[in-house]
């Protein structure tokens, strides 16, 4: 499923962006989604997770409070609402489709190319 995230840029701290993945050709409406991130030098880290319902959604610590994932279904989209932004955000964010909620990074079959989030202190 070719996903495209975008909506990623320059910030600075305490400030807010709102990440978008839009899949094509394909429905992810029956896939969990996620939001993971991966800093220079850094394994890639998982940041946020929704059911294909929406119902359920699942953070790391470190965002809990301060992001929120969504949804649009009719839309094929997931969102990544991201407020308080700190430089120890800064990173290449990706999305997934069809995963695991739990955010296990290696249960994601389908990856978007990933949009750069930059927080200036």
């Known amino acids: 499923v070719p996903l495209q995230a975008y909506g990623g840029g320059l910030v600075q701290a305490g400030g807010s962006l709102r990440l978008s993945c839009a899949a094509s050709?394909?429905?992810?409406?029956?896939?969990?989604m996620g939001w993971f991130r991966q800093a220079p030098g850094k394994e890639r880290d998982f940041v946020a997770t929704i059911s294909w319902s929406g119902d359920n959604s699942n953070y790391a610590g470190s965002v809990k409070g301060r992001f929120t994932i969504s949804r649009d279904n009719a839309k094929n989209t997931v969102y990544l609402q991201m407020n308080s932004l700190k430089p120890e955000d800064t990173a290449v964010y990706y999305c997934?489709?069809?995963?695991?909620?739990?955010?296990?990074?290696?249960?994601?079959?389908?990856w978007g190319q990933g949009t750069q989030v930059t927080v200036s202190s």
């Open positions: 050709g394909r429905t992810v409406n029956r896939y969990n």
């Open positions: 997934a489709a069809r995963g695991l909620l739990s955010g296990n990074a290696k249960s994601y079959d389908f």
